[in-house]
């Protein structure tokens, strides 16, 4: 994770709270292997992208399927899950937490190979 904004815990994030009900990672919530890892949830999510994209371009970028669009289609559903009322925009980012990023990153790894933090010393 290239920056310390980005290596945030998801128990800082309010909205995560919420959705937990408790004190455990998200990552653990019974709902988020099918929201955001099942290959079915996130194709419906494609679909629905293919079938409102205006330009030819944008439905193309859709239909080719790699990791690289799981990943982002997987954030994507995350993101409208856990934060359903709130506009999200080029002026308002959500930061996605860590272990939702390792998460994601296990199932839909790059196809260089996701390489979790080694140390090297």
Request: net charge neutral; proline share 2%; with cysteine.
């Amino acid at each position: 994770m290239p920056t310390e904004n980005e290596c945030v815990c998801c128990l800082g994030n309010d909205n995560i709270v919420i959705v937990t009900n408790e004190n455990c990672c998200i990552t653990f919530h019974d709902s988020f292997e099918n929201i955001v890892l099942n290959i079915d949830s996130l194709n419906i999510v494609r679909h629905n992208l293919v079938s409102q994209c205006k330009s030819k371009i944008s439905k193309d970028r859709y239909k080719i399927v790699t990791n690289k669009l799981w990943r982002h289609l997987a954030y994507k559903n995350f993101i409208s899950w856990i934060n359903s009322w709130t506009t999200i925009g080029r002026n308002n980012r959500i930061v996605i937490p860590a272990c939702v990023v390792r998460q994601v990153g296990q199932r839909f790894p790059e196809e260089t190979g996701f390489k979790e933090f080694e140390d090297i010393l």
